[in-house]
């Protein structure tokens, strides 16, 4: 694509003069808008006051809820949407939500984001949580049918799954997994950081009880703010974090306490507001721009950068699955990734390195102590993924 549109959201984009970015999987270059809204809020606080400013954008800030359960499908309704300080603040709020006992089981998957696999291992730890990790399928992702057998165990309290992991292009079967989930009537929690953004997502389909997300990553917001679908279901059974504060809950006696009725029960009094106005911003562009737009130009990149590795000598892409997302990563015999992320960098190019301990299980199996990640997004160019595959083959002629 090289007509109006690309040249619509590059002009949107003033990262695009200066870097060659392929960390849309890292952190995203934010549209003009989406700064300009920073920006503004902040100047306003500056001018009249932090609380007299949020006070005079409420109505901004009240849409912003809508503009995120649009995201997110039609069974999404603002009421299900709490803002939060990242992903992984939405998963602790979440995870929290339930008052885990020893032997109590979690059925997770292989390829989790580090965090959720450290915060799992510190549950096992401290509360004598059970952890299980169902199989793979023989294409990589979970196999919806190995977390059926782990989840009928009576026991069993929560189902996770990243959706797509931080480490590679797999796209988990976030799907088939839901469909367990609710047959079994066991809650699940789905790992969205990598998704939104990237292409479509609808709730209804996942049947999920509760989903992560971040603005910095393929849904182009600020870093610093992200936020937690909480379904009608989850509400409904009263379900709320274990460190509820005034934002979540009424003090009503001295001994009692009221939850809010909504997924605000999950958010703290305390608001960096700009960057909320900034997500909200990036969730309306991300509408502007089209999902299924983004998704369908940012996985042809990824699909050319991949063949366009593929074709290195000593360069082994990674990525498992039968459709890998817009995430690509590879090996480099004889580099460590991150000398070549420096030297990438040098050129102006941004990518970073997935190290073997962010992925303990996924990395094992392949045998790979680093790879470079790279991750495209619709406002990339043809030929910016081209000067990425010549820069790499390069490099590794360098090493022959």
Not at 70 to 91: E, H, K, P
Not at 253 to 281: C, H, M, N, Q
Request: proline letters at 4%.
């Amino acid at each position: 694509m090289n007509g109006a549109p690309l040249a619509a959201w590059r002009a949107d984009t003033p990262g695009c003069t200066l870097r060659n970015h392929l960390n849309n999987a890292g952190a995203a270059l934010m549209p003009q808008s989406v700064s300009a809204t920073i920006a503004d809020h902040l100047q306003l606080e500056s001018e009249i006051g932090g609380y007299e400013a949020a006070d005079a954008r409420a109505d901004a800030i009240e849409e912003v809820y809508h503009g995120l359960a649009a995201l997110l499908g039609s069974q999404a309704r603002s009421d299900n949407i709490a803002v939060t300080g990242s992903a992984t603040a939405s998963f602790i709020q979440a995870i929290t939500s339930f008052d885990f006992e020893p032997g109590d089981v979690i059925v997770t998957t292989r390829c989790d984001y580090t965090s959720y696999q450290i915060q799992f291992l510190a549950l096992h730890k401290r509360l004598g949580v059970v952890v299980r990790h169902a199989d793979d399928l023989p294409e990589g992702g979970v196999d919806p049918a190995s977390v059926r057998a782990l989840a009928r165990d009576p026991r069993c309290r929560l189902v996770h799954v990243s959706w797509v992991p931080t480490s590679s292009g797999l796209v988990q079967d976030a799907e088939g997994v839901g469909e367990v989930c609710e047959a079994l009537g066991v809650p699940y929690l789905v790992d969205a950081c990598q998704a939104v953004g990237q292409f479509p997502i609808d709730v209804g389909r996942l049947r999920c009880d509760y989903l992560t997300a971040t603005a910095r990553k393929f849904l182009r917001g600020p870093r610093g703010v992200g936020f937690l679908y909480a379904s009608d279901r989850a509400l409904e059974r009263g379900d709320h974090p274990l460190f509820v504060d005034m934002r979540g809950a009424e003090w009503t006696k001295v001994d009692a306490y009221r939850i809010a009725s909504t997924a605000k029960r999950y958010e703290d009094w305390e608001f960096p507001y700009a960057l909320v106005l900034g997500l909200g911003e990036a969730a309306r562009y991300a509408e502007r721009v089209g999902i299924d737009v983004a998704s369908t130009r940012a996985l042809g990149l990824a699909r050319r950068l991949r063949q366009g590795l593929s074709a290195i000598p000593g360069v082994r892409p990674l990525d498992e699955g039968r459709d890998p997302c817009a995430i690509v990563t590879a090996e480099m015999e004889g580099w460590d990734a991150q000398d070549v992320v420096g030297e990438l960098a040098a050129r102006r190019i941004n990518c970073v390195a997935s190290l073997r301990w962010f992925s303990q299980y996924d990395f094992a199996h392949k045998g790979v102590e680093t790879a470079v990640r790279l991750s495209p997004h619709y406002y990339n160019t043809e030929e910016e993924i081209d000067q990425a595959v010549g820069v790499i083959s390069e490099l590794m002629e360098v090493r022959a």
